[in-house]
C-alpha cells in the first residue's frame, strides 16, 4: 500500500513513501545441498512472478548471510540485515526452516528542476528491527495457529503437502500486512483486558463452567467482550495468537450495528421473555438454512507439548463473543450446533446486558473523564496485559494513533534500549517538537508516556509521570 504524504520544498511538492513488502519466502538448506538442486529449498516464495534463477540467488544470499554471521555467535544467528534501499529480516522458527522478509525502506522523493528525474532520499533508520522482527515471527504463529508446525506438514505428507499449505495460507495472509501501520504494540503482541467488577466476573466464569458441563465435548473456552479478554483456558502464547486473529480479522469482519434501537434483528427464540441475540461468527451462518454447513476453522495449540487439533467455534451476542474449542476428532453436526446456540445464546444475551449496565455504572461513579495532558503505552509481560491510550484504532490494516509517527519511533527507540539489559530503567527523551517522551521498565512491566509540555523541565516532567503511576497503575512502579 502506498501512502503518500506531500511536503512543500521550494515551491514544489515532495513525496513520502512508507515501508512496503518486497518479498517474503521460506526455504530449507537441507532439501538442496547439491549443485543444480538449489531450488529444491525454496519452500514459498512471494511474489510468484520473480524469476527462478532470482529466487534462487536471493536464497543463497540469505543463506551465506546466516552461515557468515554464525561464525561469530553460533547460537545467535543474523536478524536483519541493512541496506541503503532494503531491510531483511530472517527468522527460524523450527530447525532448519528459514523465513526471509525484505521491506523496503521509507523513501523521500524529492522534484528537480529543469525536467531533471526526481531524486530519491531512503530513509533507512526510520525501520526498527524488533517491530518488523515481531511482524515476521507473527507471521509464522499465524501460520502455525491453523495449520500447525512446518515439521508435522512434512512428516505427513513432505514437501509436497508442505508447500501447499504455505502457499494456500501465505498467498491471503500476506496481502493483510500492512507494514506502515506497524508499530510498538506488535512487539509486545499483547491482550487488552476488560476490566470487571467481581460479582460479575464471578457470572462469567459461572457462566463457563455451566457450558463446559452441559456441553461436555468443550474443551477450551475463551470470552471476550468488546474486543477484550475476560477468560480463557487456552495457555497464555495459544491465547496471545488467537487473540490478534480474532480482534484483527474475525471480528471486523462480522461488524454490524448491534443493538442500535428498535431496528435491531430479534431472533424468534424466547427464554423467560429474554429476546435471543445469540450467532455464529464460524461455522453455520443460519441455523434455520436447511443447506447449512456445518463446517468449522481448525487451530493447533500446544504445538511443543500434546500437539492438539480443535475446532474453533466463535459465538457472539450482542457486544460478548465466547470460543468453544473442541476437539477434531468430534464430529460436529446440526444437532450440536443447535444444542449450543439454545444453551449459550440467551445466557450470552443476559450476560452482555449484565456487563454493559455494570461498565456504565462504574464509569458514571469514577465521574466524567477528563482528557488528560498525557498519552501512555503500558505492557506487562507476565499477564501480557496491554493499554494504550495513543491507538484510537488498532486493527490488521489499519493503525490510528493519535501521536506523531516520529514520536511512535522513539517509543520505538526507547523499548529497544530496555532490550538489552534486564535492570530496571527510566529514560526521558525531549524531541524536536517540544514534546517529553518517559520510558520505565520495572519488575516486567513497561510504561511509555508522551507529554505535551513545552515550558516543563526534566523534574517537573517526572513529578507528572510519577502522579500517572500512583492515579493509573497503583504504585506498580518504584523507580525514583
Partial sequence: MLMISPRMASGMQEKQY??????????????GPREGEEEK????????????????????????????TRTFCPTKPAKSLHTQKNRQFFHEP?????????????????PNKDGKPPTVEYQEEEIIDSVYGSVLQQCYSMYKLFNGTFSRAF?????????????????????????????????????????????????????????????????????????????SGLEQDDMRILYKYLTTSLFPRHTEPELAGRDSPLRPEVAGNLLHYGRFLTGPANLKDPDAKFRFPRIYVNTEDSYEELHLIVYKAMSAAVCFMVNVAVDLNREFCEQLD????????????????????????????????????????????????????????????????DLMK??????????????????????????????????????????????????????????????????????D
Fill in 18 to 31: 512508507t515501508p512496503s513488502l518486497l518479498s517474503f519466502f521460506i526455504y530449507n538448506p537441507k532439501f
Fill in 41 to 68: 529449498k525454496i519452500l514459498f516464495y512471494h511474489p510468484i512472478e520473480i524469476e527462478k534463477n532470482e529466487k534462487i540467488r536471493n536464497v543463497g544470499l540469505c543463506e551465506a548471510i546466516v552461515q557468515f
Fill in 94 to 110: 523450527e530447525e532448519n526452516y528459514w523465513m526471509v522478509m525484505v521491506v523496503r525502506n521509507p523513501m523521500v522523493e524529492k
Fill in 155 to 231: 512428516e505427513a505428507g513432505g514437501v509436497e503437502l508442505l508447500t501447499q499449505k504455505l502457499e494456500k495460507f501465505f498467498y491471503r495472509y500476506l496481502q493483510t500486512l500492512h507494514l506502515q501501520s506497524c508499530d510498538l504494540l506488535d512487539v509486545f503482541g499483547g491482550i487488552s483486558f476488560f476490566p470487571l467488577d467481581k460479582m460479575t466476573y464471578l457470572k462469567i466464569q459461572s457462566f463457563v463452567n455451566r457450558v463446559e458441563e452441559s456441553l461436555s465435548l468443550v474443551k477450551y473456552t475463551a470470552f471476550l467482550y468488546n474486543d477484550q479478554l475476560i477468560w
Fill in 342 to 405: 439454545s444453551l449459550v445464546g440467551p445466557q450470552l444475551t443476559l450476560l452482555a446486558s449484565d456487563i454493559c449496565e455494570q461498565y456504565n455504572i462504574n464509569r458514571r461513579t469514577s465521574g466524567p473523564e477528563k482528557e488528560p495532558q498525557f498519552k501512555f503505552i503500558y505492557f506487562n509481560h507476565m499477564n501480557l496485559a496491554e493499554k494504550s491510550t495513543i491507538h484510537m484504532r488498532k486493527t490488521a490494516s489499519v493503525s490510528l494513533t493519535s501521536v506523531h509517527s
Fill in 410 to 479: 522513539i517509543l520505538g527507540d526507547i523499548n529497544c534500549d530496555f532490550a538489552r539489559v534486564d535492570e530496571d530503567e527510566e529514560i526521558i527523551v525531549k524531541a524536536m517538537t517540544d514534546y517529553w517522551v518517559v520510558g520505565k521498565k520495572s519488575d516486567q512491566r513497561e510504561l511509555y508516556v508522551i507529554l505535551n509540555q513545552k515550558n516543563a523541565n526534566l523534574i517537573e516532567v517526572n513529578e507528572e509521570v510519577k502522579r500517572l503511576c500512583a492515579t493509573q497503575f497503583n504504585n506498580i512502579f518504584f523507580l
